[in-house]
Nanobody, 123 residues
Framework: QVQLVESGGGLVQAGGSLRLSCAAS????????MGWFRQAPGKEREFVAA????????YYADSVKGRFTISRDNAKNTMYLQMNSLKPEDTAVYYC????????????????WGQGTQVTVSS
């Protein structure tokens, strides 16, 4: 089992940047594919980005491609989401998640979830 804790959220103006972190407990972090998801008020949780266990493969939602970068440091049991050129529509609670099998964009495939961190982008 793995426990996930997100950090780095906050309030930023449109065009600004934030870096989210997801710290994982346990010695098996490097065996998990990881993902970032977000949920805005009144909307369903949606896929943002995912990364394979080695970091060699990454997927992005079309809405964030070219602006967000997912990465991981297996030695530190930590995953990151660098968010640049932020837009008001990026406002949401951001969650990190771990998948025991393979990299995927499917919310239902992830086994473990963090508690979320709020990102608010003002116009």
């Amino acid at each position: 089992q793995v426990q996930l804790v997100e950090s780095g959220g906050g309030l930023v103006q449109a065009g600004g940047s934030l870096r989210l972190s997801c710290a994982a407990s346990g010695r098996t972090f490097s065996s998990y594919a990881m993902g970032w998801f977000r949920q805005a008020p009144g909307k369903e949780r949606e896929f943002v980005a995912a990364i394979s266990w080695s970091g060699g493969r990454t997927y992005y939602a079309d809405s964030v491609k070219g602006r967000f970068t997912i990465s991981r440091d297996n030695a530190k049991n930590t995953m990151y989401l660098q968010m640049n050129s932020l837009k008001p529509e990026d406002t949401a609670v951001y969650y990190c998640a771990a998948d025991r099998t393979t990299i995927t964009t499917m919310t239902s495939a992830y086994d473990y979830w963090g508690q979320g961190t709020q990102v608010t982008v003002s116009s």
